[in-house]
């Protein structure tokens, strides 16, 4: 439910498919907001949707649906979808990106509310998931365990924005500028820092 994070998923998708086939690429949730059955403030709001336009501005090709914002109760909790992602992941691997881009495409484009519960069972479902192992699992305590481990080790990288980019070598972590618009500048920083390290050729 980041929505920079949404926006550089389609550069961050042609990094990944040129990065080199040495590194591993893991995904760390960052938690972002926590749980809160409170409706989101005006002004938050307002600030929000200023938000969502100056990424249409700034990003080529990403649109919001702005009727999320009369469509719904918002609430300032992004905590819940982050269980989703891991819920799913408990299914398989593969789950884990398309509950991730499952849990966007709602927000973003459909006008759904994954802060709740229900948003996020259904998408389960049009994921043609086990939805009573994914509904069980939701708000279990394994599944807020990894959550919060997964929040701490982002923190422990220095990854306190959203989205960004670490790259470990050995005990080193790199972070990587982030350019929303093209991926070159980021895979030759990662190239540059490989070949520091007698990685890369």
């Known amino acids: 439910m980041c929505s920079w994070c949404w926006g550089f998923s389609r550069t961050l998708n042609t990094l990944l498919e040129h990065l080199p086939e040495e590194i591993e690429v893991h995904r760390l949730l960052g938690g972002l907001a926590v749980d809160t059955d409170l409706p989101m403030p005006a002004a938050m709001q307002e600030q ?53 881009k499952a849990i966007q495409r709602a927000y973003y484009q459909e006008a759904r509310n994954p802060s709740d519960n229900s948003t996020l069972i259904e998408l389960a479902k049009e994921l043609n998931l086990s939805t009573s192992d994914f509904e069980r699992d939701l708000n279990s305590q394994k599944v807020q365990d990894t959550l919060v481990n997964e929040i701490n080790l982002s923190r ?36 540059k820092l490989l070949r520091e390290h007698n990685l890369l050729v």
């Open 48 to 100: 929000i949707k200023s938000n969502w336009s100056r990424i249409e501005s700034t990003i080529s090709g990403v649109k919001f649906n702005f009727d999320f914002w009369v469509k719904n109760i918002p609430r300032r909790s992004t905590y819940p979808a982050c269980r989703a992602v891991i819920a799913a992941r408990q299914q398989g691997e593969e789950y884990d990106v398309q509950m991730t």
């Open 156 to 191: 422990a990288l220095f990854a306190e924005s959203f989205p960004t980019l670490v790259l470990s070598i050995g005990v080193k972590n790199f972070t990587i500028p982030l350019d929303y618009n093209n991926f070159n500048s980021m895979l030759d920083t990662v190239n």
